[in-house]
């Protein structure tokens, strides 16, 4: 039963560190999705309507929230 105990206390303690991370991670990109809806809703109340963008501001945000995500 020692040996058990031996191994399976630390692969019990990887899991536990995996768990947390992928709920933490998860939990970090739910907020920041709930953030930039928040602001694009806000930025569609402010005059009423939201202005197009060009499509090098798009691309240019695209590279932006990617890099952020790196």
């Known amino acids: 039963m020692d040996?058990?105990?031996q191994m399976g206390l630390?692969?019990?303690g990887i899991?536990?560190?995996a768990a947390l991370t992928f709920y933490a991670v998860s939990f970090n990109e739910i907020r920041?999705?709930?953030f930039r809806d928040l602001e694009e809703r806000e930025e569609s109340m402010n005059g009423g309507f939201?202005?197009?963008m060009s499509s090098r501001e798009r691309r240019?945000?695209?590279k932006a929230e990617k890099q952020?995500?790196?």
């Open 10 to 12: 630390p692969i019990l």
């Open 32 to 34: 920041e999705k709930s």
């Open 60 to 62: 240019a945000r695209r």
């Open 3 to 5: 040996g058990i105990q």
């Open 68 to 70: 952020a995500k790196s």
């Open 50 to 52: 939201k202005s197009s």
């Open 15 to 17: 899991v536990a560190v």
